[in-house]
């Protein structure tokens, strides 16, 4: 069974940054394509971001593309997303997930009904 816990949301301003991480056990997380979803206020859950297992193909959504990076460290089963000039259309509760079943490394998916694990969000708030 493969557990994933997320940290870092918070309270912030307008314009300033944060570091979500995830944190996998329980599984190979070398070999999982990892990807990040939010759900706002009365909204469906949204895809984020995401990136393939070699780590070196990632996706963003149009709406935070060039201000979101993801980035994994294997070394430590750990998938990032840091966030700059945050929007307060950005507050949401961010959930990462994982997606098991790519042989390739190469594959970063965008679908919510791609993964295979999830783990339980964290809140992130951005006051105008």
């Known amino acids: 069974q493969v557990q994933l816990v997320e940290s870092g949301g918070g309270l912030v301003q307008a314009g300033g940054s944060l570091r979500l991480s995830c944190a996998a056990s329980g599984g190979t997380f070398s070999s999982y394509a990892m990807g990040w979803f939010r759900q706002g206020p009365g909204k469906e859950r949204e895809f984020v971001a995401a990136?393939?297992?070699?780590?070196?193909?990632?996706y963003y959504a149009d709406s935070v593309k060039g201000r979101f990076t993801i980035s994994r460290d294997n070394a430590e089963n750990t998938v990032y997303l840091y966030m700059n000039s945050l929007k307060p259309e950005d507050t949401a509760l961010y959930y990462c997930a994982a997606h098991t079943t790519d042989r390739s490394g190469w594959h970063a998916p965008r679908f919510r009904v791609e993964y295979d694990y999830w783990g339980q969000g964290t809140q992130v708030t951005v006051s105008s």
């Open positions: 990136i393939s297992w070699r780590g070196t193909i990632s």
